[in-house]
C-alpha cells in the first residue's frame, strides 16, 4: 500500500475492499453486506453519503480509482508532458503515451483494467 500518495487513501479504499472480497469468498455465511466498502467511499467523498441512489458508475470510478491510487507503485509520480502527434503515426504517439502514463500508474488496476482505445 503506498501511504504517501496524496492522492490515494492511505489504504483505506484497498483494506476496506480486501476485506470484502475475502469475505465473500471465505466467510461461510451465505449474504455479505458491503457496509464497509460504503462507509469508507463516503467518509472520503460525501457524495456517496447517506443512502440515496446514485450513479453507479460514477462509485466504481470513484472505488477503483482509489483502490489505484492506493495501490500505485509509484512513489513519486513525475512530470509527463502532453503527447503531440506531430505529424508521427498512431502507433508512435500510442508507445509514447502509453510509456507516460505508467511512469506515474503502476498498480495492479492498471496491470489489469487500463488500455488505450484508438476513435475512428
Not at 490515494?8 to 476496506?16: C, H, I, V
Not at 503502476?106 to 488505450?116: A, E, H, K, N, Y
Amino acid at each position: 500500500i503506498n501511504h504517501s500518495n496524496p492522492l490515494g487513501t492511505k489504504g483505506k479504499l484497498a483494506r476496506n475492499y480486501a476485506m470484502f472480497i475475502k469475505a465473500m469468498w471465505c466467510d461461510r455465511e451465505g449474504v455479505y453486506s458491503p457496509d464497509l466498502i460504503k462507509s469508507a467511499v463516503s467518509s472520503i467523498n460525501p457524495m456517496f453519503s447517506g443512502y440515496a441512489q446514485h450513479d453507479s458508475q460514477e462509485f466504481f470510478s470513484f472505488l477503483i480509482d482509489g483502490i489505484h491510487e492506493d495501490l500505485n507503485r509509484v512513489e513519486k509520480k513525475p512530470y509527463v508532458a502532453s503527447i503531440e502527434s506531430s505529424g508521427r503515426t498512431d502507433q508512435e504517439v500510442a508507445t509514447e503515451s502509453w510509456l507516460g502514463h505508467i511512469k506515474r500508474n503502476q498498480s495492479i488496476i492498471t496491470d489489469l483494467m487500463t488500455g488505450q482505445y484508438k476513435s475512428k
